[in-house]
């Protein structure tokens, strides 16, 4: 442990000495954003147990059908990450201000909105599975186990909805170590449930599906423990607790989150929604193309595992300071977290670059691997833009500055990614056109949110969302 201490000491001393970030904004930095990268790969790993499990057991078009059914689960997902989003900018900006209570009741009013959206996506979802999947032009087996995955896995988006509030929760008031351990916990136990679901129990698709429905419900019964103001063992108690009496809404805070929330939102289902398309097109080349953009984008978001770190503290420091009325102090975090970021995300893309076909071997037949294992490299060529741009994102959250990462999101898939990838279906660029639309999807919205952050244009927007802003 002292030689870790040692290591860790010597790297910050030189990060600080080359201009990437000072060391007391790094400690800080770090302290936030590695609960929240063990919680990002531990989260993620889930899915990629699944797409594993099923093509070990079942091959490449169960693979395809699980791709499918996650894209709805996917969609779904980001709607609720972005009213996090918009959780965390309130919380930490109050909290950073000594209101508590106001920051209390941003929780309960973001819980409300999350129970209103999820119920009727999971009532849809359960319902309509079949046909949903059959709405991308899958061939029938693909179709069959897409929906199988999707009917069962379905009920634990409520509740994934609720651990996305309460885990912002924690990181808006600093404490990111305690929804780490708890979801880290539940990614265990995701694990363990859909390996003798898929491997003890011989249910296929079925059995992934219920250990992730399982797994998510697990984690709202333990955050439920937290968020009401109790300890685990003296620890993680939430100095914001949700309310079990009073659940008046207040119209005011109603309306502040979401408007902070609904760029954030709408941003992340575009992200979502933008994979429909991509994986009809990718159904033109069989579903051996549809397996490798599932594996190679699944691939991709367990390696941006690193900005789910990155971004939190980002939102969390930027919008503390910001709550404190120090704008100098916002912007070198936002600042020097980018650089860290982009120091990061470079090394991580050049090692899975090096290893993409071993990778893509976990998933599909040896025969599929180079085609596979083409998409990943490019996917962790492509996670740098996309990890830097999670750094930017987060700082401009943080300040409640929500529209333009939004407007930046929706350039870079619908009028770069979606156009790029078409061509490769009618033209000699075949499913290269897929492979470099995941490189524009990534790059064109770090562009124009750099660009933002330059402007300084996001600390005038923070001041409407202040404590006393309204006074």
């Known amino acids: 442990m002292e030689l ?221 423990w937290g968020m009401t103001g109790r300890s685990y063992f003296g620890h993680g108690a939430s100095p914001v607790p949700l309310s079990v009496g009073d659940h008046r809404l207040d119209r005011e805070l109603f309306g502040e989150v979401v ?29 051996v193309a549809v397996a490798a953009v599932g594996v190679a984008r699944q691939v991709r978001e367990l390696l941006n595992s690193f900005s789910w770190g990155f971004s939190i503290a980002a939102s969390t420091l930027v919008g503390q300071a910001l709550g404190g009325d120090d704008e100098g102090e916002a912007e070198a975090f936002g600042r020097e977290i980018t650089r860290l970021s982009t120091l990061v995300f470079a090394v991580v893309a050049v090692v899975v670059f090096a290893l993409a076909e071993p990778v893509a071997g976990v998933f599909v037949e040896p025969a599929e691997v180079a085609l596979t294992g083409a998409f990943v490299a490019v996917a962790a060529v492509s996670v740098v833009p996309m990890g830097v741009d999670g750094s930017l994102t987060g700082t401009l959250r943080g300040a409640g500055d929500t529209q333009v990462p939004f407007a930046a999101t929706l350039v870079g898939l619908y009028l770069g990614a979606l156009p790029v990838a078409w061509l490769g279906t009618v033209t000699a660029l075949g499913v290269v056109g897929l492979q470099f639309a995941f490189l524009v999807e990534t790059t064109i919205p770090m562009a124009i949110n750099l660009h933002r952050f330059r402007t300084n244009r996001w600390k005038a927007v923070s001041r409407a969302y202040r404590p006393g802003a309204g006074d």
Do not use: C, H
Request: proline share 3%; charged share 15%.
């Open 4 to 224: 870790l201490r040692r290591w860790g000491a010597a790297v910050g001393r030189l990060l600080a000495r080359t201009g990437v970030i000072g060391e007391r904004r790094l400690r800080a930095t770090v302290d936030l954003a590695w609960p929240r990268v063990v919680t990002g790969v531990a989260i993620m790993s889930k899915r990629v147990v699944d797409l594993a499990l099923v093509g070990v057991v079942l091959g490449s078009t169960a693979v395809a059908g699980v791709t499918v059914a996650s894209a709805y689960w996917t969609v779904a997902k980001f709607a609720a990450i972005g009213l996090a989003g918009g959780t965390v900018s309130l919380v930490s900006q109050n909290y950073g201000g000594d209101d508590l209570d106001r920051a209390a009741r941003v929780v309960e009013t973001s819980v409300l909105v999350s129970v209103v959206l999820a119920l009727p996506t999971v009532a849809l979802y359960v319902a309509a599975a079949e046909p949903l999947v059959a709405l991308l032009g899958a061939d029938e087996e693909t179709i069959r186990f897409g929906s199988a995955y999707l009917a069962v896995v379905a009920p634990g988006l409520a509740f994934e909805f609720l651990n996305l509030i309460a885990s912002r929760t924690y990181a808006g008031v600093g404490d990111t170590v305690t929804p780490m351990t708890i979801r880290a916990g539940g990614a265990a136990t995701n694990v363990v449930l859909s390996g003798l679901f898929v491997l003890g129990l011989g249910m296929g698709v079925v059995g992934a599906a219920l250990g992730t429905a399982l797994a998510t419900a697990l984690v709202t019964a333990v955050f439920a």
């Open 259 to 287: 408007r902070v929330a609904s760029p954030l939102a709408a941003r992340r289902v575009a992200q979502g929604l933008v994979v429909f398309p991509l994986l009809t097109l990718a159904a033109a080349f069989g579903p």
